[in-house]
């Protein structure tokens, strides 16, 4: 066919309009199919919404990795707990993770609950690769479960270390007390609201320090989780300790 004779209608596209990339979660039904699927599984699939938002593109399994500062056995783990929870089916094509969601299931018991609306909160995404990966995955659970009990300019209504230890499925006060603390530092809360009240905050600008660690974590330069870190960091200080010692044995 002659491409010449062809007649296009030239539509107008006009630029759509700028806005902070965030997802739509009722994160008072989150938390509650989280703690029946496990705190680790729920986070992981609101992880993978997140960066499915950020990019239309699969996946890498070194990125969950480092987001969510865990192996690649945890995360295959965590995955098959979906799968049997009946929320998603997944598969690893050659290192990339595609992850069919059953939309329905999951919008009804994860972020709409009784297929009623339920009070929605907009979550950045940017979230996600950065206070995530800083305050780690209980912290930043205990986060979204302050957001979902923020009411007016930032301000909680009241809740107990004991309250944020059951929603959030800590086993004990004092972890949950460790993760406020961790927050705290982290400038994200703080309790100045009184009688039980936390008063919430946007996360910061990222300092320097906290660029360069991201991007240590990102590239692979430090291991995804703790136990990696504090294992790389015994080696350094064992081969720095063995560099010393023949330095000073050379000099006597």
């Known amino acids: 066919m002659d491409e010449s004779q062809l007649l296009t209608l030239v539509r107008s596209r006009g630029e759509k309009p700028l806005s902070l990339s965030a997802l739509s979660v009722d994160l008072g039904s989150f938390l509650a199919t989280a703690r029946e ?57 050659g290192g990339l993770l595609r992850l069919d969601v059953a939309s329905t299931e999951t919008e009804r018991t994860l972020f709409s609950p009784d297929d009623a609306p339920g009070v929605v909160h907009r979550v950045p995404t940017f979230w996600f690769v950065r206070t995530l990966p800083l305050v780690g995955r209980r912290a930043f659970l205990v986060y979204l479960y302050l957001r979902s009990r923020e009411r007016a300019a930032g301000l909680t209504s009241p809740v107990s270390l004991g309250m944020v230890a059951r929603v959030c499925a800590l086993r004990s006060n004092g972890r949950a007390k460790r993760a406020i603390a961790r927050l705290r530092r982290a400038r994200l809360v703080s309790t100045d609201g009184g009688r039980n009240r936390f008063l919430l905050t946007d996360p910061p600008p990222l300092t320097r320090l906290e660029r360069l660690w991201l991007s240590l974590l990102a590239s692979g ?32």
């Open 37 to 93: 699927i496990g705190t680790n599984a729920g986070l992981l699939l609101l992880t993978v919404r997140a960066l499915a938002l950020r990019r239309n593109a699969p996946i890498a399994l070194r990125e969950l990795c480092w987001v969510l500062g865990a192996r690649r056995r945890e995360i295959r783990r965590w995955l098959d707990a979906l799968e049997r929870s009946g929320l998603a089916v997944w598969h690893d094509d």
């Open 221 to 252: 330069v430090l291991p995804a989780t703790r136990l990696g870190r504090l294992a790389l960091g015994s080696v350094a200080a064992t081969g720095l300790a063995g560099v010393v010692a023949l330095v000073s044995f050379a000099l006597t």
